[in-house]
């Protein structure tokens, strides 16, 4: 039977047995990550200080920082960081963005191979990342990076409805025509649908950690025709499809949106962040 009860399937739990595969796939077009990827709101970062202790002289790991989306404003806030990347070219633009910040060191490694230092951290973050690791080793090894009361900082992105709704409705047509794993009639799901507990089950389950306290945060992003196709190359699914299919489906996509919407959708992402204290 499976282990969750979620309400709403999520964006952030791909098949294990894709799981290595699709991860490695954004290191493909770094550059076009950085642009496109969006931040996180400043809200997040001041629960991130008062639940997780990442505040200015904290020593943070940071898990999966690909381009630096959240690495800068942590490091504009004084933390000392470990940023632990395992993309080359991610890595690569990751300090050119941190390039002023002497308190911060990018390391390109998988995480799960990375030889831990000797001295603990105050805090492990993962902002959109931590799902990409590996399962068996992923929660293990961040207490183990951790002080005693350290945090375990996990920030997971979802698509809910909102935004342009119609839009995200209509465009189904097109993943299903163009992707054949896509469920028929999938719609994204309302943010009070989207069950979280499955990470703080998975915490929990590893005896290093008390409860997980969870925070969570909703922001529209407003996107021209060739701003959205440019967050559409960011992913991961997007970017496994054949070609003939990823230009069908973007084509399909962008006249949709320029013959219906004017050439602007909205889309709404819920962020949610669990932090967790090492026992």
Not at 115 to 122: C, K, S, V, Y
Not at 125 to 145: E, G, L, Y
């Amino acid at each position: 039977m499976p282990d969750h009860t979620d309400r709403a399937p999520r964006d952030d739990r791909p098949e294990e047995s894709r799981r290595a595969h699709l991860g490695g796939i954004f290191d493909e077009d770094a550059e076009l990550y950085d642009r496109a990827r969006p931040g996180y709101p400043p809200e997040l970062y001041d629960d991130l200080a008062e639940l997780a202790g990442a505040r200015p002289g904290s020593r943070v790991l940071e898990v999966g920082c690909g381009t630096g989306q959240a690495t800068v404003p942590l490091a504009g806030r004084g933390c000392r960081i470990t940023a632990v990347e395992a993309g080359a070219r991610m890595a690569a633009v990751a300090r050119r963005n941190l390039a002023g910040a002497a308190s911060v060191e990018v390391v390109t490694a998988r995480f799960e191979s990375w030889p831990l230092p000797q001295e603990p951290f105050d805090a492990v973050v993962s902002a959109t990342a931590f799902h990409w690791i590996d399962p068996a080793v992923r929660v293990a090894k961040a207490a183990d990076a951790l002080r005693p009361g350290g945090a375990l900082a996990v920030v997971r992105t979802q698509h809910v409805r909102g935004g342009t709704e119609e839009f995200f409705a209509e465009v189904q047509h097109c993943y299903e025509r163009f992707d054949p794993r896509t469920p028929p009639g999938l719609t994204p799901p309302a943010a009070a649908d989207v069950d979280g507990s499955d990470h703080a089950r998975e915490v929990a389950r590893s005896g290093r950690f008390g409860p997980t306290a969870f925070r969570r945060y909703e922001q529209d992003l407003t996107y021209t025709t060739s701003d959205y196709l440019e967050v559409l190359r960011t992913y991961s699914g997007h970017r496994d499809l054949p070609e003939a299919a990823r230009n069908g489906l973007l084509g399909c996509i962008a006249d949709l949106i320029e013959g219906r919407y004017d050439g602007r959708v909205t889309k709404r992402y819920l962020n949610e962040l669990g932090v967790s204290h090492r026992r």
